[in-house]
C-alpha cells in the first residue's frame, strides 16, 4: 500500500492494525532488501537528485541516484543531504561498473567527480531518470509536494525509499 501512494496512517485504518505494527513490518521488510548491484556495463547512466524532508522542510533529505536506461532500473543510490560527499559515494558504488556515458544536469558536483571524457551534461539526455522522479512522487505519498503527509524520522523515510527501489527493479510496471 505504501507504494501506491497510501500513508502510514491510511494503512493502519484500512488494514485494522496499529501504527507501530505497519511502520514495524516497513523497517522489517526494508532490513531484507539489498540495495540494487550495478551490472558490470553500462552504456548509459542517467544521474539525478531530488529532496524532499524528514520532519519538517528544513531538514531536506536529498537521493542521489543511477538509472540504466536500458535496462530502465536504478542501479544504484544515495540518501543524504545536497553534497559533494554524498555525491562521490553514489559514484563509489557505481565503481565496479563500467559506464560509457554519465548523463546528468549542470549540478557542480557532477562536474567534480565524473571525468569529463564521459561525462554528458543535458536535460535532453536525462528526461528518462525525470520520468523516474516523477514516478517517485506518484507513488510515494510521502514525497508529493503539497500533502500532509511526510516522514518522521531518517530510518523510516530511508527504509521506503529501498522498498520502493527494490519493487520497482524488480516490477518496472510499478
Known sequence: MTM????????????????HTVLKTIQQQAAQVSEPLPPARVTEVQMDEFWSFVGNKANQRWLWYG???????????QAGRRTDENCEKLMKKLAGCEVIAYCT??????????????HWISKRLTQDIERQNLNFRTH???????????????PMHDAVLRLYIYHSNVKPHL
Open 67 to 77: 538509472f540504466d536506461r536500458d535496462r530502465k532500473k536504478i542501479i544504484a543510490y
Open 4 to 19: 501506491n501512494g497510501s500513508g502510514i496512517r491510511d494503512i493502519s485504518r484500512v488494514l485494522k492494525v496499529s501504527l
Open 140 to 154: 510515494l505519498k510521502r514525497l508529493q509536494r503539497k500533502t500532509i503527509c511526510f516522514s518522521k524520522s531518517e
Open 105 to 118: 544536469d549542470e549540478w557542480g558536483s557532477y562536474k567534480k567527480v565524473i571525468p569529463e571524457t564521459h
